[in-house]
């Protein structure tokens, strides 16, 4: 309706036309910061609620779920991510960004747990999927709005380290021996493959610590394979019940062992013949005899073994793990008359001392793989100097492996990489991804693992190069 055809505007004069009306648009203090980052440093940041953990993007000053303001928790989300939906805008409109069609995508970035929306270029509209990997391309002359991010593109797909493994040479042992009674030579071998463990649980991690925690035989061999399909030779596995205690029952291991084997035949299995606090002598080593499992954990010393409050050494939960002479020279035995290979767990240079003690009778086979474990309250920290003492005093022709509790896991590891020994990551020792997110599952873990080892130029071990490095048996 017009104002000629309304009730008392029959007799005005009407100018028809356009008045300009420029103004300035204020974002509001998060979204300004959110532009000014995206301008300035070419990062993308999000906002983090402290009390659930969610990372918004867009940026928003309080949290949906719990009404936190969270307004100056800022975080660096990444620029890359994965498209979880899209649309082909098919027309022409002068207030849109690009020229039709071209393809606008809901981007959910790495470090975010909520998409946002932005132009996807550089592939063919029928090559856009969901789920497709994405990154940022900045504008090279700023706009200051949100294309001063210009678009996203799709990020090549790295070949996965099986399709690598495939397409290179496969390792074959040195036939020269090493000298008796001393480590061969004193420069690392970067030319063996590092075997790539992961420990998906152990006896205390629960699943109020790391929702991705596996508890029933299912959920075992579920992870199990994610760690395999990631880069892992190996798994370490603590068996749970449902209610996620863990278990010294036969049955209930068996399940858990043979749901890891159905999924991944390949895969190597080392169950823990430590099984978790208060268990017998009895119930620790019956589990491994009946089971038989490819490998096993084999505890070296008696020592304390605790919860601690790291930052003000506030005692939670103690006890003593008892390993004595003898339970180091029976379990040992039954491993070895079982088929199944000990993996030798060293919290300490005495542990590893008993080791070579208790070997003296022989029963060992070789090679002998020996695991340094930093850390754990009652054991020794992680010293780059503690750990070359510990490799320096291996018998001839022994494999070494390490893992660290918490952040020690990743310069531990490292170092085992560089020296030429292998690396074990997971859950059990650690939660954390190296930014300090929780790892979505232990195969989070070994994809850092194995980009520590592409860091280094050694290639990763597949199951069956693991086996002849370890002196493990097919079963």
Known sequence: MTTKQMKGFEDSYVVEGKMALPYTYFAGSVGSKFITTIRDEKKIMGVKCPTCNV????????????????????????????????????????????????????????????????????????????????????AKETTNTILDIDHFKPVAERASI????????????????????????????????????????????????????????AEFATEAYKCWKAGAAMVHVHAREDNGMPTHDHERIRATYNAIKDKCPELIVNLSSAVGMGKTTEQRISQIIAVKPDMASLNTNTMNFSIVDRKTGKIFIEYVFENTFTMLQEFGKAMEENGVKPEIECYDMGGLDNTLLIAKQGFFSSPMNFNFVWGVAGGQSFRADSFIAMMNALPANANFTTCGVGPEEFPCIMQSCLLGGHMRVGLEDNIKMPNGELAKGSYELVEVAVNIADSLGRAVATTDEAREIMGVRKK
């Open 55 to 138: 990372v918004y993007l867009p940026p928003r000053q309080v949290c949906d779920k719990d009404f936190t303001d969270i307004r100056d928790n800022w975080v660096d989300v990444g620029t890359s991510g994965m498209v979880t939906n899209f649309t082909v805008v098919r027309y022409d409109d002068k207030h849109l960004p690009r020229k039709a069609p071209f393809v606008l995508a809901l981007i959910k970035l790495d470090g975010a747990d909520t998409p946002f929306m932005h132009i996807l270029e550089e592939c063919k509209l029928e090559d856009v999927k969901i789920g497709m990997k994405v990154e940022a391309v900045f």
């Open 162 to 217: 099986h399709e690598r493994n495939a397409g290179r040479k496969k390792w074959v042992a040195d036939a020269e021996p090493a000298i008796q009674g001393k480590q061969k030579g004193g420069k690392p071998d970067m030319s063996k493959p590092v075997i790539i463990a992961a420990a998906l649980t152990g006896a205390a991690t629960m699943r109020n610590q790391n929702p991705s925690v596996p508890y029933t035989p």
